[in-house]
């Protein structure tokens, strides 16, 4: 049995992004790409440090490419040569943390005033 995960070829990705909910993550020059807009230098700060946390506990590094109000994520397993499962995880971890928002009745209703990492719609 091999210890090498299994990468994903260009065909398999789109669909398998979709069936995970990441289809805002596309495939770009063989890495798994995302944008994220944000309110500004401070809340692209907060997203660099709460990926980077992501990343670090999940022993996983991601390029990143960061200027005022936008960050992109680029994420390949590096060791594997290609797209991985822990390419798909880490992407949906980043996902459901940094998009997170208090739904409604929850104690943290009305707590953010801003919206510090813009929800595309």
């Excluded at 880490?90 to 928002?101: G, S």
């Excluded at 801003?114 to 929800?119: D, R």
């Amino acid at each position: 049995m091999s210890d090498k995960p299994k990468v994903y070829t260009e065909a398999e990705i789109a669909p398998h992004l979709q069936k995970t909910g990441l289809g805002s993550w596309k495939l770009e020059d063989g890495w798994l790409r995302r944008k994220f807009n944000t309110d500004g230098w401070r809340s692209t700060l907060m997203l660099v440090n709460a990926i980077g946390f992501m990343a670090e506990a999940a022993d996983h590094h991601p390029d990143l490419t960061v200027t005022w109000a936008k960050v992109w994520v680029k994420l390949q397993t590096h060791s594997a040569g290609g797209i991985t499962d822990k390419d798909f995880a880490l992407a949906k971890l980043i996902e459901e943390h940094v998009l997170w928002r208090p739904e409604s009745g929850s104690p943290f209703q009305g707590a953010a005033a801003n919206e510090f990492v813009k929800i595309e719609k």
